[in-house]
């Protein structure tokens, strides 16, 4: 793959194709931290729809346990999706090439920490549990964070719900049979660019294939080829910025 393709991908400076791209590389990377983490500790934490409900049944069952435990899952969502802001904006004020790539070396690092916890899951299953919850929660609040800062809000890629949303706009638009020309409104046209969003959706969904399979064959070692996908991703820009300083 050549450099400059791989060094386009997380540059400050952007385009439509490196946000999709980049978009394909963490959805997969998402997809596959997801399952993987299910199977783990048998809740998925790449969204929070489902961890602010279960939070909203706790609170009128009296479950204060869940409550508690929803409450910090949410935390960490929101603490993974404050630390991208900080690393991103104060590598702005520096002026670095590598803004959008330090916050992804930090997942790749915590990746590697999430396949050392879980190894030890069977060991200490009370205290680890709920500390790979927390950590998974945070690792995909990063991840959000940095592809929604990149895309301007136009792309997801821990959660499918608003790819498929956007799908079916736009698929919407191309069953619409538009009136005659000479109506009042313009017609509708079809964003086709957006439906490239059908390869977000397909990187998510294969990546809970890979990261499903590789998790039940290997284990917590399925950790490290995606560590290393996300540096890959991410790493030209940072040794730019190493090589600037030297």
Known sequence: MPVNYVRGLTATVRT?????HLGIGLAFVAGATNAGGFLAVQQYTSHMTGIVSSMAEAAIGGDW???STGGVALAAFLIGAATTAILV???RQHNLRSAYALPLLLEALLLLLFGTIGARLNEMHELFV?????????????QNAVITKISHAEIRTTHVTGLVT?????????LLVNRPPHAVQPPVVVDRERLLLLLLFSGFFSGGVVGAAGF???GFAATVPLALVVVALALIPVIDDLRRTA
Do not use: H, Q, W, Y
Not at 16 to 20: F, H, K, P, V
Not at 130 to 142: A, E, Q, S
């Open 16 to 20: 439509r194709r490196s946000n999709t």
């Open 65 to 67: 346990f869940v409550l």
């Open 89 to 91: 904006n104060a590598a």
């Open 130 to 142: 709920p500390l790979t919850v927390v950590l998974l929660c945070f690792i995909m609040g990063l």
């Open 166 to 174: 956007d799908i079916g706009i736009e698929v919407g638009k191309l």
């Open 216 to 218: 039940r064959a290997i």
